[in-house]
């Protein structure tokens, strides 16, 4: 499926999309980022952007995070419009979204317990024990259950990253946005945390926008695979067309150079 054919997950609009980017345009300076872009996402599904660095991947998620603002275009979240908005429209549609980043951002003055029920307690209005019993069965998820009062700094590298992906998830976000959530680790902790993703993606109806040169882990979770160059998705489809018969040079040439 090429970018430019509004059918599928990914390309185009869709009337049943919970994410939805419409002529999004997005510059730093003179530099265009995003150009025009037109893409969409259907609850429940698995898409992975893939390309080269600067090439517009991780602005869209910054975007659907809020901590950047479109130049031009309308972005939607199920329904609820986060540009242009209000801040009250633009607070009800992040609330069902969670981001995991590089860096594992956990607050190192609270223990790994409270990293879990601060925003769900502040922000969705739980009270403490509902908190802590949400957040202790994700620890049990994460496989850190025994962790719940050490400090960020008493963990390692791949445990830091566990207790972000549990924290994203305590929100019971729709959509999870994960960037590039193994590149701060270690090679040897990067397939445990990969792993957690894959059995998140199997077990849950979480939709899922994951930015990754993890090519393998792209193939296996992904419904649909976007292919950026120049702030444009050039080219889009099932991840076995993408990986093993793309129709675009420009992703012939990325894919030969970090497969």
């Not at 919970?18 to 003179?30: A, P, Q």
């Not at 009800?92 to 190192?108: D, H, S």
């Not at 998140?200 to 976007?226: G, K, P, Q, W, Y």
Request: glycine fraction near 6%; include cysteine; aromatic fraction near 4%.
């Amino acid at each position: 499926m090429s970018a430019d054919t509004p059918a599928g997950t990914t390309a185009g609009a869709t009337s049943d999309a919970l994410i939805r980017f419409d002529n999004v345009t997005k510059r730093f300076g003179d530099n265009t980022v995003l150009d025009n872009l037109c893409f969409s996402v259907r609850p429940g599904k698995h898409v992975t952007l893939i390309g080269p660095s600067g090439s517009g991947k991780t602005t869209i998620l910054r975007l659907l995070m809020t901590l950047e603002s479109p130049d031009e275009g309308t972005i939607t979240v199920n329904g609820n419009k986060l540009f242009p908005a209000d801040e009250k429209e633009r607070r009800e549609a992040r609330k069902k979204i969670g981001m995991v980043f590089q860096q594992f951002n956990l607050f190192p003055n609270m223990t790994v317990l409270r990293n879990l029920t601060e925003a769900p307690v502040r922000v969705l209005g739980l009270s403490k024990d509902e908190a802590e019993v949400r957040a202790k069965e994700l620890l049990e998820l994460v496989g850190l259950a025994d962790r719940c009062d050490a400090k960020p700094t008493q963990l390692s590298g791949g445990q830091q990253q566990r207790v972000a992906i549990a924290r994203a998830l305590a929100m019971r976000p729709q959509v999870l946005l994960l960037d590039e959530v193994t590149s701060a680790l270690d090679p040897e902790l990067v397939a445990g945390v990969l792993d957690l993703l894959r059995d998140i993606a199997r077990t849950t109806d979480i939709t899922m926008l994951c930015v990754t040169h993890e090519m393998n882990f792209a193939r296996d979770i992904s419904d649909d695979v976007l292919m950026f160059d120049a702030g444009k998705v050039i080219e889009s489809g099932p991840p076995e067309k993408i990986f093993s018969d793309p129709e675009h040079e420009r992703t012939r040439e990325f894919l030969g150079a970090v497969l």
